[in-house]
């Protein structure tokens, strides 16, 4: 097995596990949710709490699912360019679209990286009387963004490195 191989298996997996640590937040925040409303309404205790950690845990699985979402190519696609183009000009198309994605990608993941350090070093914390940091949602987003790019950039080689598909010519009569 290529070094190549397994380091795309070995991507697979982080970008699996990531998937279900975002799955277990998004369930996790719900939980939150049914606990304030709990609160709120049966002991009218109010928990302001509630609505930040719940943003920074929906934040943080929204971008450690982003790697894999990519990766099982289950974003929104426009599948009827699938149908009407070659598989060459598919494949093109592709290519073009995770170069261009990536790029901006990683300018986000730039920007984010940029922000969470800032906001480590000047202490950034939102305004409510939690006043959680500001450089959590910062890091998941850097981090999430950077698994992306990784993905793209993994993707992007590996289709350069397969051989490309010469289309079958049918005739008539065959």
Known sequence: MSAWTL???GL???NLFMS???ALLI???AGVFVYEVMTRYLIQISNDWVIELSIFMLIAATFLAAAYTQMER????????DEILSPRANRWRYLVADALSMLVCAYIAFKA????SQAWSEGWRTGSTWAPPLWIPYFFMGFGMSALVLQQLFQIVDDLLRPEIKPEHHYLGE
């Open 7 to 9: 380091f795309g298996e």
């Open 12 to 14: 697979k997996r982080f």
């Open 20 to 22: 279900y640590v975002s």
């Open 27 to 29: 369930v996790v925040c």
């Open 74 to 81: 289950a974003h929104v696609g426009i599948e009827v360019l």
């Open 113 to 116: 990286w940029e922000y969470c």
